[in-house]
């Protein structure tokens, strides 16, 4: 049984940095390319970020310079290291194995002064 369990969101001012988790089960997470995607409410999900089993990455042009993502397999963790937030980042990010249907309940971020 796959599970995804995103943390880490939150409410951030502008300019502000929040670091998201995710935990995985029930797949090869070492194997797996993960991704981390967003949805803001009214919109379709997009993908943010993506990184692949050997490390190499993938940023959306909008979040390009500000977003890190990285893993640790020994934890079977992906996370998203967002910095200079903006208020456009504000959704529900997600984070998702590549190719997948498998999706967790997401967590929250509200960036708003």
């Known amino acids: 049984q796959v599970q995804l369990v995103e943390s880490g969101g939150g409410l951030v001012q502008p300019g502000g940095s929040l670091r998201l988790s995710c935990a995985a089960s029930?797949?090869?997470?070492?194997?797996?390319?993960m991704g981390w995607y967003r949805q803001a409410p009214g919109l379709q999900r997009d993908r943010v970020a993506l990184?692949?089993?050997?490390?190499?990455?993938n940023y959306a042009d909008s979040v390009k310079g500000r977003f890190t993502i990285f893993r640790d397999n020994a934890k079977n963790t992906v996370y998203l290291q967002m910095n200079s937030l903006k208020p456009e980042d504000t959704a529900v990010y997600y984070c998702?194995?590549?190719?997948?249907?498998?999706w967790g309940q997401g967590t929250s971020v509200t960036v708003s002064s």
């Open positions: 990184i692949f089993s050997d490390g190499n990455t």
């Open positions: 998702n194995p590549w190719g997948s249907n498998y």
């Open positions: 029930g797949i090869i997470f070492s194997r797996s390319a």
